[in-house]
Each structure stands twice: as structure tokens, then as C-alpha cells.
Nanobody, 121 residues
Framework: QVQLVESGGGLVQAGGSLRLSCVAS??????????MGWYRQAPGKQRELVAA???????NYADSVKGRFTISRDSAKNTVDLQMDSLKPEDTAVFYC?????????????WGQGTQVTVSS
């Protein structure tokens, strides 16, 4: 059974940094991880893409985090990290790890349980 487990959230002052990590477990040899990424959901708002990285290391960032956040991936370890610098109070949200995993011709999207990031002003 595929599971995504996040770590690294917490409370930080504006201008500070945090690093989120996510590991995908239960991914056997018959599976292929197409992409991994991070989404976030602030209170009263919809979940939104923060950053994603494909199997070829292509990246995609939300405009609001470009130049501040960096996503990286270790395909051998099935991990994805999000380095967040110059954090702003508006970055406060629950951050969710996401992975799109294929088995044969079928693809499935998996989510982690979420980790809280709070940025104080």
C-alpha cells in the first residue's frame, strides 16, 4: 500500500526558512512515480499547487512562491523536499505531499496527511 509521510512543518517568523520532506513508501518495482509535489490549503481557501517535479526533474511553481521555494526529488529514495525561504504570513497553510504513481496504464494520485506551516508576522 502506497503511503506518503510528510515532515518538517512548524512555526517560523516572517523571513525565515523551513524545509518540508516527504517519503513515499510501499512503492514496489511494478509502480512508477510520474511526479511528486506539494500543495497547500489555507483556512477558507481551496487547495492549490505550490510546486511539482516530474520524473525528468522538470519543475513547476506557483507564481506566488517562485524565487523563494525550491523543490527537489530523490528518485532512488522516493522522496521529495520543499525548501521554503523568505517565508511570508500568507504562506501559512497545511501543506500536503502529492504523488502521481502509475501501475501499467493506470495512474493514481496519492496524498500525505498534511503538515502545518505557520508564519508569524
Amino acid at each position: 500500500q502506497v503511503q506518503l509521510v510528510e515532515s518538517g512543518g512548524g512555526l517560523v517568523q516572517a523571513g525565515g526558512s523551513l524545509r518540508l520532506s516527504c517519503v513515499a513508501s510501499g512503492v514496489g518495482s511494478i509502480f512508477s512515480i510520474n511526479s511528486m509535489g506539494w500543495y497547500r490549503q489555507a483556512p477558507g481557501k481551496q487547495r492549490e499547487l505550490v510546486a511539482a517535479i516530474g520524473s525528468g526533474s522538470s519543475t513547476n511553481y506557483a507564481d506566488s512562491v517562485k524565487g523563494r521555494f525550491t523543490i527537489s526529488r530523490d528518485s532512488a529514495k522516493n522522496t521529495v523536499d520543499l525548501q521554503m525561504d523568505s517565508l511570508k504570513p500568507e504562506d501559512t497553510a497545511v501543506f500536503y505531499c502529492n504523488a502521481v504513481i502509475s501501475r501499467g496504464s493506470a495512474a493514481f494520485r496519492y496524498w500525505g496527511q498534511g503538515t502545518q506551516v505557520t508564519v508569524s508576522s
